[in-house]
């Protein structure tokens, strides 16, 4: 395939539109565990179930991944009542009614843990699990940050370029590449993000993060795809007022998360057209290859640009997909 599709919402290979039993069976065993690894990192084992089985993997493989994670690398909450008061909640009132009562307070923070809390919200809704969706409203509260100052009103500028002035306004990057608030505090960082475009569907800023990722390559501008594309997701949970709201403190995120990455240099239409044009490998062999891999970064990804594609026909996507599993140059 060259990276299109004829119908958004075609599906190829063995890919799986609701969730298997290996999956809920998974995830029910999973469901008790810490936002947080042993190290300190992030928990990715509920994201990467989902992107497997999406994917079309096998329950061995799902098994496999269980056995990875849980008892070596992951503790269970030693408080759960956070997570019981969630729970009780959802089995009440169901997933929809809960996650919208709670998202007007979490559309404040939409990056906090790099991203992965509302990435495991997403994706907890997307099974249709309601233990996960209690865990992730759960980790979404434990780990909750807010970026200082007000996020942009939204103008004329497309992403792209607001992201390459951002890339010329000789901004402080933080402490690492997880301090989105040392950027977003910055006076010159709001003046210089102030006339981005700011759109509830969110397409512009997930087109000028695909860009930073052509470009950046690595784990930052990576989380920046699979975090606004988890934004898309909770945001047409959203309603009222709560829509717009959201959509600027993403985009405010989206950016500080450019800048905290390295502000990689955006290529030109001409590059990624290019990118665009280039011939990839058939789907189902680059869907194969993130079923194999053993790097939970590589099926995430691959999952949010096959959804991305089918949902915006744009052929970087599959481009992004070939070149994370060493398939594209």
């Not at 397409?203 to 930073?212: F, G, H, K, R, T």
């Amino acid at each position: 395939m060259r990276g299109t599709i004829d119908t958004p919402t075609e599906v190829l290979g063995p890919e799986r539109a609701v969730a298997s039993p290996a999956l809920i069976e998974a995830l029910d065993r999973q469901v008790g565990y810490d936002a947080r690894t042993r190290q300190g990192l992030s928990n990715h084992l509920p994201m990467e179930l989902l992107a497997l089985d999406r994917l079309g993997a096998s329950p061995d493989r799902l098994e496999a991944m269980l056995d990875r994670w849980a008892g070596h690398m992951l503790d269970e909450r030693s408080d759960t009542t956070v997570f019981d008061a969630y729970r009780a909640e959802v089995r009440a009132d169901g997933i929809e009614t809960t996650v919208a009562d709670h998202l007007p307070r979490f559309v404040e923070s939409p990056s906090s843990e790099w991203f992965h809390s509302m990435i495991r919200l997403a994706y907890a809704v997307d099974a249709g699990h309601e233990g996960q969706v209690a865990s992730a409203l759960t980790d979404w509260t434990t780990y909750e940050r807010l970026l200082p100052g007000e996020p942009p009103p939204g103008g004329p500028l497309p992403g792209v370029e607001v992201f390459e002035s951002l890339r010329s306004a000789g901004l402080e990057r933080g402490w690492s590449q997880a301090d989105l608030a040392a950027v977003a505090r910055q006076s010159r960082f709001a003046e210089v993000l102030a006339p981005v475009i700011v759109e509830d569907t969110l397409d512009d800023i997930a087109a000028a993060v695909a860009a930073a990722h052509v470009a950046g390559a690595n784990l930052a501008t990576l989380h920046l795809v699979t975090g606004v594309h988890a934004a898309r997701a909770v945001g047409r949970l959203t309603t009222g007022a709560s829509t717009r709201r959201f959509a600027r403190r993403v985009v405010q995120a989206a950016a500080a998360g450019y800048v905290a990455a390295g502000a990689v240099p955006i290529p030109t239409r001409a590059e990624l057209d290019a990118r665009r044009a280039t011939p990839v490998p058939d789907w189902d062999v680059v869907r194969s290859a993130a079923v194999a891999s053993a790097d939970v970064h590589v099926t995430k990804l691959v999952y949010t640009c096959r959804t991305e594609l089918a949902a915006t026909g744009d052929p970087l996507y599959a481009w992004l997909a070939a070149r994370a599993v060493g398939l594209a140059a």
